[in-house]
């Protein structure tokens, strides 16, 4: 049996009931095999073994009051995934569905995402399964001073940089933020990112996955003889990256015609009306379906079942930015026989592998999420050096960094999948250019 066949194999035994990890890491080899097979000393130092187990994986109990004196008790989590290149870098999700498994494949992801920006970070991720949809100012706070009450010991400037991710925005950071300068009685600014401008966050911060897509998949159909002015692009979702994707596909001329939430989709074929957006979605917390309220000739499509009516609308470009898993083989096939030419990734591992696979047999272009959507990261590393130097950069600054980071992604997503006569295969190319840094820095290290 080959290296990775048994790795994986192992990995099934140890990890059953964890699908979404087991498909993060199944990707993620089996784009290896070539590197690997050049490599007899990976075996030998069981990197894969040690580059799949996390450093650590923490869980405990997050007990908060309601504001009718009810007392609830949630699960959080912190995985610690790879320090190898830099403290453990990743978000915070406050989400129903959180669990180990999406922890762990978050976390993975996580460590090639960040070795790809060049930053010296490393990959973590972390969360629970509380759902902030519905609840107060007052319970969010509650519910976030309990969970930083453990989270803090295991966090810290120069060990742990948590961040926002799925319901976790600057209103959530601000209460992490405020209960850990508390507990620590210090002003540790670079312990969390995402921070709000008046305490030590980045400007840019905000747009910058959204931003940082765009400007992957620029160079991405550049180097295809292609370009996004002109052409029609559909977004799911409606939060901070979908937003900030939009905004920055508009203004290189694109035409966004389709957003989404998780209750449906919109369809405005005069392209979608941002700023109305912005209001429904950033002001009043509210639901896409009140858009097609509010501007003639919209049309909103409600999900049943789970489904994705967006991936219905035809279009050139599609940006999946909502959750995992959310394009699979049947809407893959339905985008494909709908002419769409090249899929962003800005949510994480939101394309199946059966969708992946068949997107690249049939040509279309695929900017992978690790690579795709690591301007947040990104961003979030340029504010920890701010924080270092008690320093703030202005916007263009922070922006012109963000896009020669994702340029210098892109052109090294495409030299790996150059190098292993992978044609325009960016995915094994993100993996690969990925795992190279992560895997020297693990031999230089030794075993630890």
């Keep these: ?97 959180v669990n180990q498994s999406i922890i762990k494949f978050l976390g993975f992801e996580q460590v090639f995402k960040n070795a790809l920006t060049g930053l010296p970070i490393g990959g ?59 507990i620590r009685n210090a002003y540790e600014a670079g312990v969390l990112t995402g921070k709000g401008l008046e305490y030590g966050g980045s400007l840019a911060r905000k747009e910058a996955t959204g931003y940082g897509l765009l400007y992957f998949m620029r160079e991405m159909l550049k180097a295809n003889n292609m370009q996004i002015n002109g052409k029609t692009v559909i977004i799911s979702g409606s939060g901070n990256v979908a937003i900030y994707a939009c905004e920055k596909a508009q203004q290189y001329g694109a035409k966004v015609v389709a957003m989404s939430d998780s209750n449906g989709c919109v369809y ?15 002001a009043e917390r509210g639901r896409i ?89 990104a961003t979030s590393a340029l504010e920890m050096s701010q924080n270092s130097m008690r320093y703030s950069w202005i916007f263009d600054e922070v922006d012109e960094k963000l896009d020669k980071i994702m340029t210098n992604i892109f052109a090294s997503c495409k030299k790996a999948a150059e190098e292993y006569n992978l044609g325009t295969n960016y995915v094994a190319g993100a993996n690969i250019a990925a795992f190279d840094k992560v895997s020297k820095a693990m031999l230089a290290q030794g075993l630890v």
């Design 1 to 97: 049996m080959f290296y990775i066949d048994k790795v994986l194999e192992d990995l099934k035994l140890k990890n059953t009931n964890e699908p979404e990890f087991l498909q993060a890491v199944n990707e993620v080899l089996t784009t290896l095999k070539p590197v690997v097979e050049k490599h007899p000393e990976f075996q030998t130092a069981a990197l894969l073994e040690r580059m799949t187990e996390p450093e650590r994986l923490i869980s405990f109990r997050v007990s908060w009051m309601d504001d009718n004196g009810k007392i609830h008790v949630n699960r959080g989590y912190r995985v610690q995934f790879n320090g190898v290149i830099g403290p453990f870098k990743g978000g915070l999700r406050f989400h129903p569905s």
């Design 124 to 182: 973590a991720k972390g969360g629970s399964d509380f759902d902030p949809k519905g609840k107060s100012d007052n319970e969010i706070m509650r519910f976030c001073q309990s969970f930083m009450n453990e989270l803090y010991r295991h966090i810290g400037q120069d060990v742990d940089v948590p961040a926002g991710d799925i319901g976790v925005g600057s209103r959530e950071i601000g209460y992490l933020f405020g209960q850990y300068r508390k």
């Design 268 to 282: 405005d074929a005069d392209g979608i009306k941002l700023d109305i957006v912005k209001q429904i979605k950033e």
């Design 289 to 377: 379906k009140e858009y097609a309220q509010r501007v003639k000739g919209a049309v909103y499509t409600e999900s049943v079942n789970g489904s994705h009516p967006i991936w219905e609308i035809k279009a050139d470009i599609a940006l999946p930015c909502a959750t995992q898993n959310e394009i699979n083989l049947e809407e893959a096939k339905l985008l494909v026989s709908n002419g769409v030419k090249a899929i962003g990734e800005g949510a994480n591992m939101p394309t199946t592998v059966d969708a992946i696979n068949y997107f690249l047999k049939n040509g279309i272009l695929l900017a992978p999420a690790k690579a795709a959507n690591a301007g947040g990261v």
